[in-house]
Structures are given as structure tokens and as C-alpha cells.
């Protein structure tokens, strides 16, 4: 069984923590990765910094230009993450645009994320329709999970399809904005949340955007089988202090 | 040009119902925006066809912006080379000096009927801008345009035009500071607020539905055109040429002729001052096919799939993707992209001026250089259509301030 499958076996109220690949420093992205680990986060989600990020608020978008100026890119990241497996159990998740792939090439990048132990793939600007036409084969032959993000505007129909032709989990947005949005449940998300629960799907679901703080977790976690954490983390990365005494007081006061 | 079936050259089966020209286009989006840019879709395609939609935008063209715009032979530039006739589509003429009016109209009249409150858009050398931001204002919405830091300074009368129109310029200031960045803020702010707000972006380029949408409200350029020179010599012109920054206006005179292959069509990209990287920004040229802005193109782009820093004397042809249509166009070898060095369309700029008192538009000299360099080895009897697409008083301070030395100024 692979491991995203495992986990969502193993545990309840998941906590998957988004960052990006070299923030602040170039060489932080596996030491993070430890710490976060050993802090208690479940899931991993690291971001590949593109310069042109459209679905990233401010903070997401800062720490990738960041991350680039200091030298990251996907050949880099693969390098970094070439002995992962033996410092890492939990299942981690790349987080990029298309474009990083395209360039890359499909077929190379699904190998090596196999080769490195990277679980999962999440691409939100590569449309449902190319992925299955032209992308989901060659995932499928190296047993990388694809993800992919549904809005509260995404029909039932398209929520159904992506249930039924991916497996690992499902990414709910929980509202139709750009990362890093405002805090707090608004009715529309609540029924938006209950209406994808009511579509009983297969796989699990993870609810990401406007959480940082222990109440939004918790509250989140009612809904789905756990919570992403992306602008929130990525802030705290930024701000001065030890980079891994930070990450633990925070993952500490998230899962409360 | 290959054979290639003329059905597929035909704008009512292009692009698909997915927004692909061939493989190119499309909308790679985040599933935040997919919602969005099929509202706009569904909204453009219910009214194009409407009859009181058409009549506004026909009444607008008329005796808003002055067309149709005159088809002018350039006698003079023509004696001077010696060869083929050179005429000039005269887009410079249009209210607001470019043919970026002709899509801001019908992008305000399409944003007024889906009861939005502000039109936002990036800008390059602010055409676009101005040309929006005065749409903005005739049919009453609020305007955000959003503008590289570095455009903003060497573009200065056209940001104050865009204040004087009531509109709010924004400073794009990470990364280059130029057009692509100003992108990237402005489907940023689109995000923030879709509801009260529509993205018109400014070129033949991004998701689904703009690439059609906008190449739709510039072809009328194209229809005139056709008319003009069949009035004016009696045949079809032997050449048609273009610059190609996004590949509005290109798009927009070329659509009328890619059916009939006795038309060589040339699209014209900025060669900068040299071919190496981060130096130019002839996408078709040197790019290979990626994503950027939620479409599929040819792209610069460095070996880690980023896209590559751009550089030309012309602002408002400072970007490292270019329309689908355009990318499509090349692979089926219909149209023949070359480029145009910042030397050579400074002294174009300053050729057209002093010889048939014309004062081009940087983007547009890269067309006009194009058909100087090919005139004279053309014989008499044939023609060439320069899409003259913007005029060159928002260029002036900068020319003279750069190379003014090397022209007596």
C-alpha cells in the first residue's frame, strides 16, 4: 500500500504543512522537512518555485522568488531530496506549475519522483482533461499519486470524475481565492463542505487556504480528513529566531 | 505552407471548444480561475452574435474610434526603395493611437452587460491601458491597470493619460518590473475580487476564452484592410506584415488573409540588441512550447522552465510568450515569423517619420523595418500592408533621449 493510502488508514484529523523548496536558504529544504516531521506534521506538500505562481497570494509568491534567487529548481530539488527516504517516513507531496514539468519532461519527472520516494504530484494549472489525455498514464507507471484542488464552484460531476480517476486525495479549496486568504467558515464554505460530503467519495479530502492557527484547524478538521496549512507556515519561515524551534512551537500550538 | 487543411485556418472552428489552436492555448489555470474564465466564455459567446451587441460596438467603431482607418500608400518610403508598394493600415489613427481600442470596447461593452463594476488589465507600453482605461470611462466602469515599475518610468505620458482618464495605475514591482510581472499582479487582483471585477487582458494571450475573444474584436482591422487594398490595386496584397509582441494586431489584420495562400503573411518579434538571453524577446524565434498565464505557447524559458528574461526597445513587445494562434500559425509554417533588432526599427521609427511624416509607434517600426528590409528586392507591381498598429508620441522622450545623437537630434 503506498504511503498516502496508509496514512489516511492510520490516522484521523491529518495535518499536511505546504512550504517552499529552498526557503529562506537553499539548503533548508530537507532540514525542514525533519523537523517537520518530528514536530508531529503528517503530510508534506513542497512547493518547486515558479516565478508566475497564479493560484499563490503575496506569501507564497515572495517566498518562491526568494527560493529561486537563491538557486532552487526542480534539478536541485531532486538532488536534495536523492536520500529522503532515509531520514523521512511520512508521505510527501511535490507542489508545482506546469510549466516546471512541461520543461522537465513528463516521463523524466514521474521516474524520478518514483526514484526519490516523492508520493504524490499536485499541478493546479494542468487542466483535468490534459491529464487524462496526456499525463495520467505515465503517473500511473510510476505509481505517483496525481492530486487535484476542486473549488466551491466545481461541479459534482467533475468532483465525481477526479474521485473516481485519481487516487491519494482530494484538495478542497475551501473558497475561490488565491492562498493565504482571510481566517474564519462563511455559509457558503460550510455548505460547500457538506455538499462534498455528501457525494461520498473514495477518496479522501483535505481542506487547504485560510488556515493557520488551531481553531481553523480543529474547526476544518469537522469537515474533511485533515487540514493544509500553506501561507501561514510559509510567514513563520520568514520570521527571525531558530528556523526549527519556530517550526516546532508552531506545529505544537496548531495540533494544540 | 504545408497543406494544410483551410477549415482549420477558418476563426469558427478556431480554436476548439477547449480553447486549443492545434495544440497550443487552452486554459491551464488553477480550478479558482477555470470558473471564471468560462463565465466570460459563456457571457462573449451569448452576446457576439447579438444583434443589438453588434449594432453599440458598429456605432462605436464608427464614430468613437473614426473607423474604418485609412489604408494610406506610402508613396515616398515606396520611391525611395524602389520596390514593392508599401501601404500603411492605418491603426495610429484610431482614438487613443493604437488598434488596442478596437478589443477594449468590446471588452468594457461585454463587461457593462455582465453587470461588472471595473475593467482591470496589465499594460506594457500602456496602450492597452490608455485604450482601456478610455473604454472604462465611455461606458461608465472603474478601471485598475496594472504596470511594471520600469515600464511606468519610460512610458510616462501614457501613465498620465491613464490618470487624466479616471483610472488607477498600479506599479507591478517584483521580478523585471515589466510586462510579464504586471500580468501576474493583475490576475492576482482578479482573483482577489471576480465578482464586481473583469480581467481584460491585453493581447491575443492567456486562458481561454482571450486568445479567441480578443482576435475576434481585432479582426475588423483584417476585413478593412482586404477591402481597402482590393479597392486600391484591384488584387489581394502580395504581403502582409505585422509586429508581434502578444499578437493582437498581427492576429487582428491577419485573420482576413490566412485563407488565401497567395498572401505571404510575415509577423514581425523584437530582436533587441542581440540574440543572447535576457538581450531580445522574439518568443517564436527562439522560444519552445510551455505554459505561462494559463496558456499553452511558444515560450523563453531557461533549462528549469522559467521564463526567460525579455528585453526590447518596444515596451508593449516585452513578453516571453506569445498568442497560441500565432504558435500554431508557425508550426503549420502559414505565417513566416522574423525578427527586427532595436537598430534596425529606431531607424524605421525615424524613416517613416522624415519620409511620409509619420511618427510610428516603437512596436509598430518593428513592421515598418520589416517591409523597408523587403521592398526593394520585391518587383514594382507588387504590394506590401504594413499594419501600422500605434503611433509614436509616447515614444518620442525616450528615442530622443537614446538615440537622438544619431539622428541630428
Known amino acids: ?6 496514512l489516511f488508514q492510520d490516522k484521523k484529523d491529518i495535518l499536511s504543512i505546504y512550504y517552499t523548496a529552498g526557503y529562506p536558504n537553499l539548503g533548508d529544504t530537507v532540514p525542514i522537512l525533519e523537523t517537520l516531521e518530528k514536530s508531529g506534521a503528517d503530510l508534506v506538500e513542497i512547493g518547486i518555485p515558479f516565478s508566475d505562481p497564479l493560484a499563490d497570494g503575496p506569501t507564497i509568491q515572495h517566498s518562491g522568488e526568494t527560493a529561486l534567487k537563491n538557486g532552487m529548481s526542480l534539478n536541485v530539488l531532486f538532488e536534495q531530496l536523492a ?26 519527472f514521474a521516474e524520478k519522483c518514483n526514484e526519490v520516494g ?51 486525495f482530494i484538495y478542497m479549496v475551501s473558497s475561490a481565492s488565491v492562498t493565504g486568504a482571510k481566517k474564519g467558515l462563511s455559509d457558503e464554505q460550510l455548505a460547500y463542505f457538506d455538499r462534498v460530503n455528501q457525494l461520498n467519495l473514495d477518496n479522501p479530502a483535505l481542506i487547504g487556504f485560510g488556515i493557520g492557527d488551531n481553531a481553523s484547524y480543529k474547526e476544518t478538521c469537522k469537515f474533511a480528513d485533515g487540514a493544509i496549512i500553506g501561507s501561514a507556515f510559509v510567514k513563520l519561515l520568514g520570521e527571525s529566531g531558530d528556523l526549527h524551534q519556530n517550526i516546532q512551537s508552531f506545529i505544537k500550538s496548531i495540533k494544540g | 505552407m504545408e497543406k494544410v487543411d483551410k477549415a482549420l485556418l477558418d476563426a469558427s472552428v478556431m480554436p476548439d471548444k477547449n480553447g486549443f489552436f492545434g495544440e497550443y492555448g487552452g486554459r491551464f489555470v488553477p480550478p479558482m480561475l477555470e470558473p471564471l474564465m468560462q463565465e466570460i466564455t459563456d457571457a462573449y459567446q451569448k452576446i457576439k452574435d447579438d444583434p443589438v451587441f453588434k449594432e453599440e460596438l458598429l456605432y462605436l467603431q464608427k464614430h468613437y474610434t473614426g473607423r474604418p482607418s485609412p489604408l494610406f500608400y506610402a508613396k515616398n518610403l515606396t520611391n525611395k526603395l524602389g520596390g514593392a508598394k508599401i501601404y500603411l493600415k492605418r491603426e495610429d489613427l484610431n482614438h487613443t493611437g493604437a488598434h488596442k481600442i478596437n478589443h477594449c470596447l468590446g471588452e468594457a461593452l461585454l463587461a457593462k452587460k455582465m453587470g461588472k463594476k471595473k475593467l482591470i488589465a496589465e499594460t506594457g507600453a500602456g496602450q492597452h491601458g490608455v485604450a482601456l482605461a ?3 470611462a465611455l461606458v461608465g466602469l472603474e478601471c485598475d491597470i496594472y504596470m511594471g515599475e520600469v515600464d511606468i518610468k519610460k512610458e510616462h505620458p501614457n501613465v498620465v493619460r491613464m490618470g487624466i482618464l479616471g483610472a488607477k495605475v498600479i506599479p507591478a514591482t517584483h521580478g523585471l518590473k515589466t510586462l510579464k510581472e504586471a500580468v501576474d499582479a493583475a490576475f492576482e487582483a482578479y482573483l482577489k475580487d471576480p465578482v464586481n471585477q473583469l480581467y481584460a487582458i491585453g493581447s491575443v494571450v492567456g486562458p481561454h476564452p482571450f486568445p479567441m475573444m480578443v482576435r475576434d474584436f481585432q479582426s475588423i482591422v483584417g476585413v478593412e484592410a482586404k477591402e481597402q487594398i482590393l479597392e486600391a490595386e484591384g488584387k489581394a496584397p502580395d504581403n502582409v506584415v505585422a509586429c508581434v509582441g502578444g499578437g493582437s494586431n498581427a492576429i487582428g489584420i491577419f485573420s482576413a488573409f490566412l485563407d ?3 498572401v505571404k503573411i510575415h509577423g514581425i518579434e523584437p530582436a533587441g540588441t542581440s540574440f543572447k538571453t535576457g538581450e531580445h524577446a522574439a518568443t517564436l524565434s527562439l522560444g519552445k512550447p510551455g505554459m505561462i498565464h494559463g496558456f499553452k505557447c511558444y515560450l523563453l524559458q531557461d533549462e528549469n522552465g522559467e521564463p526567460a528574461p525579455v528585453n526590447t526597445v518596444a515596451s508593449g513587445l516585452d513578453y516571453p510568450g506569445v498568442g497560441p494562434q500565432h504558435s500554431y500559425l508557425k508550426d503549420i509554417k502559414r505565417v513566416n515569423y522574423d525578427s527586427i533588432t532595436d ?13 511620409e511624416g509619420i511618427i510610428p509607434a516603437l512596436e509598430s517600426a518593428h513592421a515598418v523595418a520589416y517591409a523597408i528590409k523587403i521592398a526593394a528586392d520585391l518587383p514594382k507591381d507588387q ?4 499594419n501600422l498598429s500605434g503611433r509614436g508620441d509616447k515614444d518620442i522622450d525616450y528615442v530622443v533621449e537614446k538615440y537622438g545623437n544619431d539622428y541630428g537630434l
Open chain 2, 260 to 262: 488565401d495562400e497567395s
Open chain 1, 118 to 168: 516523492v508520493d504524490g504530484v499536485i499541478l493546479p494549472d494542468l487542466p483535468f482533461q490534459v491529464y487524462l489525455d496526456e499525463y495520467k498514464d505515465t503517473f500511473d507507471k510510476f505509481g505517483v499519486s496525481n492530486i487535484f484542488l476542486i473549488t466551491p464552484q466545481t461541479p459534482d460531476a467533475r468532483i465525481k470524475l477526479i474521485d473516481e480517476k485519481t487516487n491519494g
Open chain 2, 383 to 386: 504590394t506590401i500592408v504594413v
Open chain 2, 343 to 355: 537598430k534596425e526599427a529606431i531607424d524605421a521609427f525615424f524613416e517613416l517619420s522624415r519620409y
Open chain 2, 134 to 136: 478610455t473604454a472604462a
Open chain 1, 1 to 6: 500500500m503506498n504511503r498516502i493510502k496508509q
Open chain 1, 83 to 108: 536520500e529522503v527516504r532515509s531520514k523521512v517516513k511520512m508521505p510527501l507531496i511535490l507542489m508545482g506549475y506546469i510549466n516546471t514539468v512541461h520543461k522537465y519532461g513528463i516521463e523524466a
